[in-house]
Antibody
Framework: EVQLVQSGAEVKKPGESLRISCKGA????????INWVRQMPGKGLEWMGK????????DYSPSFRGHVTISADKSFNTAYLEWNSLKASDTAVYFCARRSRVQTDNHYFMDVWGKGTTVIVSS | DIQMTQSPSSLSASVGDRVNITCRAS??????LNWYQQKPGKAPKVLIYAASSLQSGVPSRFSGSASGTDFTLTISSLQPEDFAAYYCQQSYTTPDTFGQGTRLEIK
């Protein structure tokens, strides 16, 4: 079964660091980019960035560049989202999602999603 | 960034109703438009990609259409399991952007 397995919920204090993970299974991990999407409490979806696991090339949304780091380790079929210094405003659910391409053209969409990792930042 | 404006932001409807949700792009995105459904506490699920292609396993009551920079998700006959939030997303250029969402509620 094709799936993305995300790490568990985290409760952290402001200023702490954190890395959450997203492990691909059931498919060739290096063949699909991985996206990260944020959903703040009661709000909509925000695209944060994506990574090509084969070369670790990262494309960030300007809204998130400099605030988070996206990385991947293809030997572990895992992508990561990392913060150096968390803020209360980072409280959200973070989803990873596989990017797939339509066979016949250059259309892309997110076809497989992890269940989400809840991050709570509170003093 | 390309802005995606969804309407309405919320909608009350009954089982069996036909429902349209609209998404307008701030510039041309061809047909690089996807629709997702999200139920409370769950991850989003793709329904429609490339504006009008039905994702495998998605019921045929869901359909998508495009006219210029306007895109429509149609549910032909609402079922109880369709009450959820719906998001459009453009994949024409980075950064990908989502619409603000439409919450579909039971009347």
């Amino acid at each position: 079964e094709v799936q993305l397995v995300q790490s568990g919920a985290e409760v952290k204090k402001p200023g702490e660091s954190l890395r959450i993970s997203c492990k691909g299974a059931g498919y060739r991990f290096t063949s699909h980019w991985i996206n990260w999407v944020r959903q703040m409490p009661g709000k909509g979806l925000e695209w944060m960035g994506k990574i090509d696991p084969s070369e670790s090339y990262v494309d960030y949304s300007p809204s998130f560049r400099g605030h988070v780091t996206i990385s991947a380790d293809k030997s572990f079929n895992t992508a990561y989202l990392e913060w150096n210094s968390l803020k209360a405003s980072d409280t959200a659910v973070y989803f990873c999602a596989r990017r797939s391409r339509v066979q016949t053209d250059n259309h892309y969409f997110m076809d497989v999603w992890g269940k989400g990792t809840t991050v709570i930042v509170s003093s | 960034d390309i802005q995606m404006t969804q309407s309405p932001s919320s909608l009350s409807a009954s089982v069996g109703d036909r429902v349209n949700i609209t998404c307008r792009a701030s510039q041309s995105i061809s047909t690089y438009l996807n629709w997702y459904q999200q139920k409370p506490g769950k991850a989003p699920k793709v329904l429609i990609y490339a504006a009008s292609s039905l994702q495998s396993g998605v019921p045929s009551r869901f359909s998508g259409s495009a006219s210029g920079t306007d895109f429509t998700l149609t549910i032909s006959s609402l079922q109880p399991e369709d009450f959820a939030a719906y998001y459009c997303q453009q994949s024409y250029t980075t950064p990908d952007t989502f619409g603000q969402g439409t919450r579909l509620e039971i009347k």
